[in-house]
């Protein structure tokens, strides 16, 4: 449901510039969420329920973050935040300990977004769940393929915080395709009360994707960076001329192999609703890649038209991920071959939050 705060009386302008309640456990959460005030028009004149957004977090907030707290906010009459740093969803060599910790800076964006709750807990789980979701095939391709279990940590996370805020709507970044695409399937699947909504990805001016992991680059990484964003646009170029997933895939992998200090882990075409073959109309153009020792990953959507559209017959490329012994999945996206440079492995690293 979408709520019209237009017409909302100037009482909540003055709310919204409040600093946000900051509660770090789950008894001052509850606590916090009891004492919001309701919807601008009270129960006596009929109004319906307040509607509560919630948008999660892991710190370092950037403007991309800012973009979802005021969808958030134009959407809902309360707005709660989550900031954690999940440790379900690091593996081993992964970036947990170095990942940006920035709470009194995220705190002032909360503020000036007109966020009513942060929760900034130590902890959600005092000891790791023993029970938690799995993403099933959603998380053993793209990031799930090099990144094994990241996805199921993700899940139980979201899920936890979705029954301690008990929201009404979810806002997500489009960036993190996969981890919009595996919520939403969650909530479906596992009948969750809320809706989940996804928001544009926010872009510096040159093109490059917003991501808390930006700060790891030097000025020249990040010049090479611009790479990915530009096979992107390539992508889309083609598709809008009518090319087929062939053409749409060379023509983004001749920009990256054009560059320098990229590292690419893959770049493919999917389903935006499960992650599978695309064979017209609405497409996700994906890549990840290293810049240096930071992993990176953006996309964009596209629409195949059915005269480009994929044959059938066509042949799963050699490098496609295959599943594990006895599980079931979507047949493998169309999937370019991988650009391969001269700089050497690193470890792995998140992909930006």
Do not use: W
Not at 128 to 154: C, I, K, N, T
Request: proline share 8%; glycine share 8%; charged share 20%.
């Amino acid at each position: 449901m979408i709520i019209d705060l237009s017409s909302a009386p100037e009482r909540d302008r003055d709310q919204r510039l409040r600093p946000p309640v900051v509660a770090r456990d789950r008894a001052s959460l509850h606590a916090a969420l009891a004492a919001l005030p309701p919807a601008a028009a009270g129960p006596a004149q009929g109004a319906p329920p307040s509607t509560r957004a919630v948008v999660m977090t892991m710190g370092a907030l950037h403007e991309g973050h800012a973009s979802l707290l005021r969808a958030a906010r134009a959407q809902a009459d309360q707005v709660v935040a989550t900031i954690y740093v999940n440790p379900l969803q690091f593996g081993a060599g992964e970036d947990l300990d170095r990942y940006p910790r920035t709470l009194e800076a995220d705190l002032a964006i909360c503020a000036r977004e007109g966020v009513d709750v942060v929760f900034a807990p130590t902890m959600v789980h005092e000891t790791p769940p023993l029970v938690r979701l799995s993403a099933g095939p959603l998380g053993e391709v793209l990031e799930g393929a090099s990144r094994p279990g990241h996805f199921d940590g993700m899940l139980t996370l979201v899920a936890t915080m979705l029954h301690l805020v008990r929201a009404d709507l979810a806002f997500f970044g489009r960036k993190d395709a996969q981890q919009l695409v595996c919520i939403r399937r969650m909530v479906a699947d596992l009948a969750f009360g809320v809706t989940v909504i996804g928001v544009e990805t926010v872009r510096e001016a040159d093109g490059l994707a917003r991501s808390s992991r930006n700060v790891y680059l030097s000025p020249g990484q990040r010049q090479d960076a611009l790479a990915l964003s530009g096979a992107l646009r390539a992508g889309q170029a083609a598709a809008a001329a009518g090319g087929a997933a062939p053409q749409v895939l060379a023509a983004a992998r001749d920009v990256l192999d054009a560059a320098t200090g990229v590292q690419v882990d893959y770049l493919t075409l999917a389903s935006p609703d499960d992650l599978g073959p695309v064979r017209a109309g609405p497409a996700l153009l994906l890549v990840a890649a290293r810049v240096g020792s930071t992993r990176l990953i953006d996309n964009v959507s596209l629409e195949l038209s059915a005269d480009a559209a994929v044959p059938a017959d066509a042949t799963v490329p050699a490098d496609a991920t295959v599943p594990a012994q006895g599980a079931e999945r979507p047949e493998p996206a169309h999937t370019a071959e991988p650009t391969r440079t001269a700089e050497p492995v690193l470890p792995a690293d998140r992909q930006g939050a």
